[in-house]
């Protein structure tokens, strides 16, 4: 029986031959992220075990992103305890560079490695075809300490994609497409993988997009194929593939989708579920307070000038704030050299340092109480954007700059 | 622990990590303190209902959402004992296993019972509710050790101790 990429990178960690789905192997892992979310909590546990030890400390990758620059004397706290730490064992540490996954996939992740991440959307990484995975601060800890973890191996779903995206629609929008399609857990346990023609159309913002956001679906995993996207990507960021790991012809997958790319529209998630998505426009017209455009999942130069070619020459707003975060400080000075940064700004839009901004309901940007906020951010969760009685609306870099330009939420081909 | 019976308190579906403990609230010293505010967004009193002993039922993808560890932290700190869902989102099935606090999945038990109804749970064999009984599926052997150590960070301290001698 062949195997998946998942199965294959699941199995060359194992040191085995092969895997099945439902089999647990020890698993030597590749890298190890974690941010400021939770560090703290891993360097409590660690100072509280019998003679402590890091297995590979040329594994650990460190990242202020959560809330930078800090914003409160107990958060300060913490990422003093992150940063001395960090520095007092040598681990790679990034503070102000951007947000955690975005710096990991300009300097850090290559196709068919095995990756931790103490943030649940680490799977963002399988847009190289590299097997990142969230985990707790005690897989974390537990994984720092050996060097190893242990991995239940998953099944997985395949997304045969075909066709183009049309004019106007995004990753973004084929992404809460299939979680829409599949449910927000309809992937549990499982790994993603995408293939097909169709993936040839999407460039690597896009497919970091798709992958960052699979977790939405419970996944484990999302795996994309290598091809010549992916090599270029690496080549151009001085890195080789590990493996290049394809899915066997006779591989087993728990369910195939074919995906015709032309079929996709613009989408909006509603509050306050990743799959309550619907046609944009059956939201237009929706009041909005807030508009941001960032994070991990779309804040990258592909995604600043998608909202700055449709903001150039208009105003946001006067009832708006419209907050644009690169996801990255690389990103950041592209968008300057590029002068998107002068058109948002011209448009009065608020433009912020690298960082999780708005979309974790932390740093800046909170809503306050009934307030609506539209976003490129990862999740819409009661809450999760400020407010427990507030909303958030998922779209797509045009939808949410259209919006911002409109005070309402309104489809890019209206503006 | 093998066997015992708790009140049941009645969630739906998609408890995320962000209603089990809101973002503003993870800058608080310890998950003592936090503990207060968990299922605010949702049920702003719950937290201060749950006794000790006491066990949650839920629908399907419990847990889904963000990493945050102190999630399940927080539930097992309130004196839950099990949460029983139909189904678990996975990285906080991981958290949990890895902090000792019980999950059982099992389908049917929420469109069955009514909050403040009493069951009794048999480790590994089956739930019973007002004389019916429902199988629990037992746990692959890694995770049953982890659970028996009380958790990854004593199962590592084992290893740990054994290694170092």
Redo the contacts between chains.
């Keep these: 029986m062949g195997m998946t990429i998942a199965e294959k990178i699941i199995a060359a960690a194992a040191g085995v031959e092969s895997v099945k789905p439902g089999d647990?192997h020890t698993v030597e892992l590749d890298r190890l992220m974690s941010n400021d979310?939770?560090t703290h909590?891993t360097i409590d546990?660690y100072n509280?075990?019998?003679?402590p030890r890091i297995a590979d400390v040329s594994k650990l990758v460190w990242i202020m992103d959560h809330n930078v620059p800090c914003d409160?004397v107990?958060?300060a706290a913490?990422h003093k305890k992150m940063r001395d730490f960090a520095k007092e064992h040598g681990i790679q540490f990034y503070e102000g560079a951007g947000v955690c996954h975005q710096v990991m996939m300009e300097n850090h992740v290559t196709s068919g490695e095995l990756i931790f991440g103490?943030?649940?959307h680490t799977c963002a990484y399988g847009a190289v075809g590299a097997f990142g995975t969230?985990?707790?601060?005690?897989?974390y800890?537990?994984a720092m300490?050996?060097g190893k973890s242990?991995l239940?191996v998953p099944e997985t779903l395949k997304f045969n994609l075909t066709g183009k995206l049309n004019d106007g629609v995004y990753a973004r929008d084929l992404i809460l497409s299939i979680i829409g399609m599949i449910g927000?857990?309809g992937a549990?346990?499982m790994a993603m993988e995408f293939g097909g023609e169709g993936l040839r159309t999407l460039n690597m913002s896009d497919r970091i997009c798709i992958c960052n956001l699979c977790?939405e679906a419970?996944a484990?995993t999302a795996l994309m194929e290598v091809d010549e996207i992916t090599l270029d990507y690496l080549k151009a960021h001085g890195r080789e593939p590990k493996h290049n790991f394809k899915s066997d012809a006779d591989a087993a997958f728990a369910k195939v989708y074919d995906i015709d790319l032309s079929t996709i529209k613009p989408i909006v998630a509603k509050p306050h579920?990743v799959d309550s998505v619907v046609d944009a426009k059956e939201c237009v017209g929706t009041h909005i307070d807030e508009a941001f455009l960032g994070s991990c999942n779309n804040g990258r130069i592909e995604d600043l000038r998608v909202g700055a070619r449709i903001i150039k020459g208009k105003k946001v707003h006067p009832l708006v704030r419209f907050l644009v975060v690169p996801a990255s400080a690389e990103v950041y000075r592209q968008a300057l050299a590029e002068g998107i940064i002068d058109t948002f700004m011209e448009a009065g839009a608020i433009v912020m340092n690298p960082n999780c901004s708005v979309c974790?309901?932390?740093c800046q940007g909170?809503i306050g109480e009934n307030e609506v906020l539209i976003s490129t951010g990862t999740?819409n969760?009661?809450?999760?954007a400020?407010h427990?009685d507030s909303f958030v609306y998922l779209a797509s870099a045009a939808t949410v700059t259209a919006s911002a330009i409109k005070g309402e939420i309104a489809t890019a081909d209206r503006i | 622990m093998d066997k015992f019976t708790g009140k049941i308190w009645v969630l739906g579906d998609d408890i995320d990590t962000d209603i089990i403990i809101p973002t503003e609230y993870l800058a608080l010293k310890t998950v003592q303190d936090m503990a207060p505010y968990a299922f605010s967004p949702l049920r702003p009193e719950l937290a201060g209902q749950l006794n000790a002993g006491d066990i949650i039922v839920a629908g399907k993808n419990f847990g889904c959402g963000s990493s945050r560890e102190q999630a399940p932290e927080i539930i097992k700190a309130l004196g839950i004992k099990c949460v029983i869902a139909k189904s678990f989102a996975r990285i906080f099935f991981r958290n949990a296993i890895n902090n000792g606090l019980l999950l059982i999945e099992n389908e049917k038990l929420r469109d069955v019972v009514s909050e403040g109804d009493e069951i009794t749970i048999t480790i590994n064999e089956s739930i019973e509710h007002q004389g019916n009984q429902y199988p629990i599926t037992s746990l692959p052997q890694n995770l049953v050790d982890i659970i028996n150590a009380g958790g990854l960070v004593k199962a590592m301290q084992k290893l740990n101790n054994v290694e170092n001698g």
């Design positions: 647990i979310g939770t909590l546990m509280k075990l019998r003679k409160s107990k958060t913490s103490a943030d649940s969230g985990v707790g601060c005690t897989d800890l537990y300490v050996t242990w239940l927000a857990n549990n346990y977790v419970g484990k579920f974790w309901g932390s909170v999740r969760f009661k809450g999760r400020g427990k």
